[in-house]
Nanobody, 124 residues
Framework: QVHLVESGGGLVQAGGSLRLSCAAS????????MGWFRQAPGKEREFTAG????????IHADPVKDRFIISRDNAKNMVYLQMNRLKPDDTAVYYC?????????????????WGQGTQVTVSS
């Protein structure tokens, strides 16, 4: 069992920055890859970033790879998404999720545990 709670969302103007946090609890947290997904109204949920169980490998979706950085601190049971140079197209509900294993995956169906989501709204 892994329980996830996101925070850090809010309203920000284009070009600004936000840092999303995901607090995790559960015995297996440090052994699984983590991901951030986002879903905008009328759009499918999409992979945003993922990080390996030990934080050594991270991948970012093309739309955000030059602007967002995923990281984790297993000692604190935390996962972060630093979002810089935000654009209106980044507006979405952002979810953190725990994968079924330590390998980074992009498919949301391979994640077993999800947070409740945090809203990010970027104004132009």
């Amino acid at each position: 069992q892994v329980h996830l709670v996101e925070s850090g969302g809010g309203l920000v103007q284009a070009g600004g920055s936000l840092r999303l946090s995901c607090a995790a609890s559960g015995r297996t947290f440090s052994n699984v890859a983590m991901g951030w997904f986002r879903q905008a109204p009328g759009k499918e949920r999409e992979f945003t970033a993922g990080i390996s169980w030990d934080g050594r490998v991270a991948i970012h979706a093309d739309p955000v790879k030059d602007r967002f950085i995923i990281s984790r601190d297993n000692a604190k049971n935390m996962v972060y998404l630093q979002m810089n140079r935000l654009k209106p197209d980044d507006t979405a509900v952002y979810y953190c999720a725990a994968a079924r294993q330590h390998i980074i995956v992009r498919d949301s169906n391979l994640y077993d545990y999800w947070g409740q989501g945090t809203q990010v709204t970027v104004s132009s």
